[in-house]
């Protein structure tokens, strides 16, 4: 068989990898504690459940429209004008299987040889993965440590080129847990007027994950973007519902037939009662996000007070996500070695920071999505290891 060259271009997820063979020890009676795949470990609230088996037994058994129900669009159109104060219209958004459908869809749309798409780094891998796939070039945006990993606006501008075409935001961040500065942010804005046929796609898949006093700083909320602006936001992590496999985009009005005619090609449409639970997970009652959200901020200074307390590791402490993600340096160990011994020797799964991009060589991304007295035990773990 001869496959496509741009096949070999597509890298992957390794927290899929690694989750992979966290199993593989587990089946062989191995004690692993999986702090490695970016995961909620609640379940969805119940009444999203029951609106799904409702649609069910209502009988919406069929294709929807590939853009996605109208009421569903409507509620998050709703969703949006309440929570960041921005009037979305419902036939900009685009209801799709994850959030990674809406990331797929951006940059397949701007990609190809001779273009240029920038992406965070470290960052969520499936960025660089995908544009390399589209045979773009991938140019990083670097995000450092002594910068809460928030990015340098003068320094994404000073990295735009006449071939640039995309610009990939993500805040709160994968992997690193950080928050986009707001003054940043009005700079970057500020200073891509200055650029107007370069598009941005803002990954806010996190948005309701925050803490301290960190307010979530929207790139809709900025006027003079709307009209090149990709919005990326799901279920996914605000409701635990990973599986359900639900998300979708905000698009400027031109490129929403873009974004249709890719979903007809690929999916068709999302499934029907997953949009039916969709609209009740956004429209109705909001408490278990924040029971999610406490539990989340209570993890984290657990994990971050404990990361800090193993020799070799030095933790700041993320504003968002639910991620940590310590500088190893200390250890003496490269990213992928530490990832290996912990899951090896110590039943730890985390994933490796160089596995981010190059920039996160030196780190090591922990998963605070796991029970508090998982992460008590998986830190005892780590000291113990490290200290062998
Ligand atoms: N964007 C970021 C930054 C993520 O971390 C993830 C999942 O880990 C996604 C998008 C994809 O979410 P989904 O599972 O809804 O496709």
Known sequence: MQLAERMSLLGTESAFEVLARAKALEAQGKSIISLGIGEPDFKSPPHVVAAAQKALADGHHGYTPANGILPLREAVAADLATRRGAKVHPDQVVVVPGGKVTMFFAIMMFGEPGAEIMYPDPGFPI???????????????????????????????????????????????????????KAEMDKLVAGLARFPEVAVMSDEIYSRLLYDNHAHVSALEYESLRDRLILLDGWSKTYAMTGWRLGYGVWPAELVPHATRLAINCHSCVNAAAQYAAIAAIAGPQDSVEAMRQSFDERRRLIVEELNRIPGFRCIRPGGAFYAFPNITGTGLSSAAIQDKLLNEAGVATISGASFGSYGEGYLRFSYANSLENIREAMRRVRACLAA
Not at 136 to 161: H, K, M, Q, Y
């Open 127 to 181: 960025y660089a993965s995908v544009i390399n796939f589209s045979g773009a070039l991938a140019v990083p945006i670097p995000l450092r440590e002594e910068d809460a990993f928030s990015f340098r606006a003068e320094e994404v501008l000073g990295r735009i080129t006449p071939r640039t075409r995309l610009i990939i935001l993500n805040s709160p961040a994968n992997p690193t847990g950080g928050v986009v500065a």
